[in-house]
Antibody
Framework: EVQLLESGGGLVQPGGSLRLSCAAS????????MSWVRQAPGKGLEWVSA????????YYADSVKGRFTISRDNSKKTLHLQMDSLRVEDTAVYYC?????????????WGQGTPVSVSS | DIQLTQSPSFLSASVGDRVTITCRAS??????LAWYQQKPGKAPELLIY???TLQSGVPSRFSGSGSGTEFTLTISSLQPEDFATYYC?????????FGQGTKVEIK
């Protein structure tokens, strides 16, 4: 059974940093691209970032480019999102997501989400 | 970046109704489109990918169609458990944008 368990969310002041983690199990982790998707309170889904299975190909939304860094540790089956220079508008539930196989593939499994609140 | 526009944003319907949601892309995306369902407080779930392929375990009352820039999600006979918010997502290129969502509520 595929499981994705996020951690690391919390309350942080504007300008601060947080590191989200996602522990994966139930599938061959290094075979699949992984993504982060967020949802601000009462708003829709926003794709944030993705990383290829090997960890070298990374992609970012314009809204987070230069501030967030996605990475993965395939030996530990863990995905990370380093979030720096946080802004109030980064407040959201952050979902870890597993992509299906192939470049044009959808998310087929989601974590339960971890909340991030950026406020002074 | 590719923009996706869903219509309508809100839909009120009754159990048994046929419901259609449209997703338009700002440029051609072949058939690289997925649909997700999200219920309050829950993570989204994949319904359809490659515009028209039903994800395993999804009821056959859900169907998708389209190619290029215009896509539709149809629920042939709305069931009580289908009241939720639906999102399209383009998988043609990065960034992988979502539509703004369509909330389906009980009439």
């Amino acid at each position: 059974e595929v499981q994705l368990l996020e951690s690391g969310g919390g309350l942080v002041q504007p300008g601060g940093s947080l590191r989200l983690s996602c522990a994966a199990s139930g599938f061959t982790f290094n075979y699949y691209a992984m993504s982060w998707v967020r949802q601000a309170p009462g708003k829709g889904l926003e794709w944030v970032s993705a990383i290829g299975g090997g960890g070298t190909d990374t992609y970012y939304a314009d809204s987070v480019k230069g501030r967030f860094t996605i990475s993965r540790d395939n030996s530990k089956k863990t995905l990370h999102l380093q979030m720096d220079s946080l802004r109030v508008e980064d407040t959201a539930v952050y979902y870890c997501a597993k992509d299906s196989r192939g470049y044009n593939s959808p998310v087929d499994y989601w974590g339960q989400g971890t909340p991030v609140s950026v406020s002074s | 970046d590719i923009q996706l526009t869903q219509s309508p944003s809100f839909l009120s319907a009754s159990v048994g109704d046929r419901v259609t949601i449209t997703c338009r892309a700002s440029q051609g995306i072949n058939n690289y489109l997925a649909w997700y369902q999200q219920k309050p407080g829950k993570a989204p779930e994949l319904l359809i990918y490659a515009a028209s392929t039903l994800q395993s375990g999804v009821p056959s009352r859900f169907s998708g169609s389209g190619s290029g820039t215009e896509f539709t999600l149809t629920i042939s006979s709305l069931q009580p458990e289908d009241f939720a918010t639906y999102y399209c997502q383009q998988l043609n290129s990065y960034p992988r944008t979502f539509g703004q969502g369509t909330k389906v509520e009980i009439k």
